[in-house]
């Protein structure tokens, strides 16, 4: 049967307080208190659908084979773009085999566990399909859906065979209930009464497509060992499980005093979360809302994880950092039009013609190793650097994402344009060689030090907001 | 056989405006008066000049593309004029157009003239710019002093010196080079400050605080220059030659090989001894008088003490500290004032560096002139950023000297 053979996730580091947003917005909207605990994930400036995307993929394919992934899809209504793939970028930046399948799938809070179905039921043997699920959604300031929702990816790679857990059943119903909706263009959701929602949606749509699943799995609502829903609207999980007789202890933790909900990507973070501690033979019910539900059954195998996927999910959860500046909150995310200088009027035009012939060294940082000398280089060239050999044509690709690296040089820099000052730069060694002058991210002035051990990460170089274009390129990220 | 620069070649004049914020001028303007003082101090017609180079560094924003704006301004004779851009560096750039015509005997007398009118983008510190399409997508935008800035972390990596000990002999840095500037009439910065002073200043890029900068500067400085025989036939009698012109370019090792640390320029240590070996300096720090390096930054200055063999490596801390760059020591480094407070009109730099040193030399430079004229100045006139960058050094003294 097919199965999902791994499992990753990517959380961004920034975490707000609600207590923040309470503290901003409470003045007009007292009732915000009930949902001011904890804390929410929000991207950087320099993340997005498609750089979360990659770094929860890069997690899932730790220790898998890249060379053999044959689909690559990826879930999402807030992708960068609305024409241009964005499963193909993320196929780019992973640096998988241009003979791959590349898919996007949006249009609905479901479509994560759509994606997952479609991976599992059409999966071909020795061409694994990674389906990945990401979601970076502008909430309206002073909205509950800023208070509830959150920015996360999650990747799960499907394979023909059983793998950590296998598929016994899927099922669909598609009904177009509208409980919210984005128009083209528009930036904020539009949502109707959440007591319609609950009772009609969620109580009714959500325990048929269940009951449905079961059915064709023969199996009862008891059966179900780890029921994967979440929603933003406080309890209507439980209501669900509740409706559709599942025992209320088999619901996973949503994750909402941590992340908040990652919307189409939120299913598949909970599922991978779920597999972290899902005991062999333990039956696993993951079912998505939106536009009717999407609800796949899976079994626990008896495989055992490595210790480092263990944490796919977990070490995310744990890697945070508290921002209670809402203000800041809202710069990063482009909610509020700050002063930012004259230095931010560089225009970021892309030369689409440069960017496809160099697609290998900018998105998926591929280097040059000289097939005589073995001098490691980025970028490559025609004549190599090396000062010994001057050989002409001898470099091969050399992939170095996945290169460990240290601090060479670096700087704090308070005068440049960047939106989240100050700067953090400097070069970088790879230990196996090579070098490069980068940007650095996520770091703390005292992360930054010479033998520093970093590692690259695929971010957001700069927006073109004239033409609405996303420049992506590699950073230099504190290794954990 | 290479024989090199060596004394084939005299300023006949130079020029130099006033720098700074100079609202009052366009790029034009600066140029005429840069290039009237060099005329009056050659006692040339301009009909005489031969070929022109114009230097400028980032004619985006003022004179646009070609020397046209030069020939234009100045009313050349329909002459020669080749513009040249190696980021800071071009001001050496042009000079060594036109010493090399002269030296090729193409040309009797040429000019070089460089200008920068920077203060028009509207705000402080060099104009973001673009820096080819690969850097566009692969490279880091950053600043020039967050370029700079790297040297200081890498240097304090290989030294083992604290962060508080280097910042302390980059203020000695900057405090000696406004004591210089606030005796220069034509400086752009002409206040004296103290360590204090420096070390309290806001961060602009770490360790690099405010007073670690220069500043950008409108300005433009010109030398005419000509064969020995040809300035003796005009009437000098003190000539200052040149002794050594050598660039060095980054071929891309520092940044993409492996080797370097970070810590001091590769390509000025290469155009030291290059120029040491033409000029015939066996000793530069015994043979040398004065220094005018490329002090963009405190740190600049500091590890450009050790890259031109002056002091030891590691040393320059020590040397600095005891005021061996002062004013008043044994060899003066910026006594104009520098890029620092004399300012930094990007494209004419390099040739205010050698107009001090050609004052210097003949004993003009007015209240700041050293008491006992100095025999060989050295300028260094750097570009780009210590990963990737053009260093550019020329050696001038009086001919037999």
Known sequence: ?480 | MVTGIRDKVAILGMGCAKFGERWDADADNLMVEAYQEAVADAGIEPSMIDAAWLSVAFDAINIGPSGIAASIALRLNNVSVTKVENYCASGTEAFRGAVYAVASGAAQIALAIGVEKLKDTGYGGLPVRTRGTMSDMIGVVGSAPGHFAQLASAYRARHGISRDELKRAMAHISVKSHANGAQNPNAHLRKEIDIETVLNAPMVAEPLGLYDCCGVSDGAACAIVTTPEIARSLGKTDLVTVKALQLAVSNGWELQGSGWDGSYFHTTRIAAERAYREAGIDDPRAQLSLLEVHDCFSITELVTMEDLHISPEGGAVKDVLEGFFDASGPMPCQIDGGLKCFGHPVGASGLRMIYENYLQILGRAGERQRGKPPVLGLSHNLGGMPNQNVAAIAIVGLQGA
């Not at chain 1, 996007?104 to 179905?117: C, H, M, P």
């Not at chain 1, 002409?392 to 670096?410: F, N």
């Open chain 1, 1 to 480: 049967m097919p199965g999902i053979l791994s499992f990753g996730a990517y959380i961004p580091r920034l975490r707000l307080q609600r207590s923040a947003v309470l503290a901003a917005h409470g003045w007009f909207n007292p009732g915000l208190k009930s949902l001011a605990k904890g804390e929410r994930s929000f991207a950087n400036w320099d993340e997005d659908v498609v750089t979360m995307a990659v770094e929860a993929a890069r997690g899932c394919l730790r220790g898998q084979s890249r060379e053999d992934v044959g689909t690559m899809m990826l879930a999402s209504t807030t992708a960068p773009f609305a024409d241009r793939q964005n499963a193909g970028i993320v196929k780019e930046a992973l640096n998988l085999r241009d003979d791959v399948t590349t898919l996007d799938f949006g249009g609905s809070q479901r479509a994560g566990v759509s994606a997952l179905i479609q991976a599992l039921e059409t999966v071909r043997k020795d061409r694994p399909v990674l389906c990945v699920g990401s979601e970076k959604k502008k909430d309206r300031p002073g909205s509950e859906a800023e208070m509830t929702g959150g920015h996360a990816a999650a990747a799960l790679l499907v394979g023909a065979e059983d793998g950590l857990a296998r598929l016994i059943a899927s099922h669909s119903v598609s009904v177009d209930f509208v409980d919210h909706f984005r128009g083209n263009g528009e930036t904020f959701d539009f949502s109707w009464e959440a007591r319609w929602i609950r009772e009609e949606g969620f109580g009714k749509i959500v325990p048929r497509a269940i009951r449905e699943l079961l059915a064709k799995a023969a199996l009862q609502a008891s059966d179900i060992d780890v029921f994967v829903f979440s929603s933003p609207m406080r309890g209507a999980a439980l209501s669900v499980a509740k409706a559709a007789g599942i025992t209320p202890t088999a619901l996973t933790g949503s994750l909402d005093a941590s992340v908040g909900d990652s919307g189409a990507a939120h299913p598949l973070l909970l599922l991978a979360h779920a597999l972290e501690t899902a005991k062999p033979r333990q039956r696993i019910l993951v079912a998505g809302f939106g536009s009717g539900c999407d609800a796949a059954l899976l079994e626990r195998t008896d495989a055992s994880l490595d210790p480092v996927q263990r944490l796919g999910v977990s070490s995310w959860l744990a890697r945070a950092k508290s921002e209670d500046n809402y203000i800041k909150y809202l710069a990063l995310n482009g909610l509020i039009d700050i002063e930012r200088g004259m230095r931010a009027e560089i225009d970021n035009r892309q030369p689409l013609s440069a960017l496809w012939r160099n697609r290998k060294t900018v998105l998926a940082l591929i280097g040059g190793r000289c097939k005589k000398t073995g001098t490691i280089q980025f970028p490559k060239s025609d004549i190599e650097v090396n000062p010994n050999d001057r050989s002409v044509g001898t470099q091969e690709d050399y992939p170095l994402a996945e290169e460990p690296a240290r601090i060479l040089t670096h700087t704090s820099d308070s005068l440049t344009y960047t939106p989240d000052p100050p700067a953090f730069y400097g070069m970088v060694e790879f230990e196996g060689g090579g070098r490069m002058y980068v940007d650095f991210c996520d770091a703390e002035a005292s992360e930054v030090e010479v033998g520093r051990p970093m590692r690259m990460v695929f971010r957001i170089k700069g927006v073109d907001e004239t033409r609405g274009f996303t420049k992506y390129f590699w950073k230099a990220a504190p290794a954990a």
